[in-house]
């Protein structure tokens, strides 16, 4: 029996082979769009994923302006910050950070299903979001997915 055949291959920075991913964000709900990116960023989608190693693709995203949500969260979901000042506590709803810039909502949402560390960190580096259709990336020709095919 040949044993050689059964080692398991782990990837390295310079074995990773990147892609470039294009995804529209338009009618997709923001939860599933986010959940599917990071899976995506992470590269738990290749055959030769390992878990600490950057070996995801690099990730396009257009249309944020124009991500749904369900339900009543554009009016009651709220994103809060604090700048360590008494009184210091702002919050904003969905709908009032979708009007001032819809890019933050769709990062925060992909960022807080990456991993909390440094890999984490890096992953995020590797995803463009751009609110309308126009992208500066044309020259990496990025492939146009289709986020319904990815389980």
């Known amino acids: 029996m040949d044993t050689l055949s059964y080692k398991t291959i782990s ?11 294009l995804v529209d ?7 599933r769009l986010a ?7 992470r590269g738990k989608h290749k055959p030769d994923f390992t878990p600490h190693v950057d070996c995801g693709d690099n990730v396009i995203i257009i249309n944020s302006e124009k ?3 369900t339900g009543k969260k554009k009016n009651q979901k709220e994103y809060q910050r604090y700048s360590g000042y008494p009184g210091g506590q702002r919050s904003f709803t969905v709908k009032q950070m979708m009007d001032k810039n819809p890019i933050f ?5 992909i960022k807080g299903m990456l991993p909390k560390n440094r890999l984490g960190r890096d992953l995020f ?5 751009y609110a309308g259709k126009d992208h500066p ?4 020709k990025p492939k146009k997915i289709n986020l319904n095919s990815i389980k």
């Not at 990336?137 to 990496?140: F, G, K, S, V, Y």
Request: no cysteine; hydrophobic share 50%; net charge positive.
């Open 11 to 21: 990837a390295n920075k310079e074995t990773v082979n990147k892609e470039w991913l």
């Open 25 to 31: 964000a338009e009618n997709v709900i923001l939860g």
């Open 35 to 41: 959940s599917k990116v990071a899976k995506l960023l």
């Open 67 to 69: 991500v749904e949500l």
């Open 105 to 109: 909502v769709v990062e925060k949402a």
């Open 125 to 129: 580096r590797n995803l463009y979001v």
């Open 137 to 140: 990336h044309a020259a990496q």
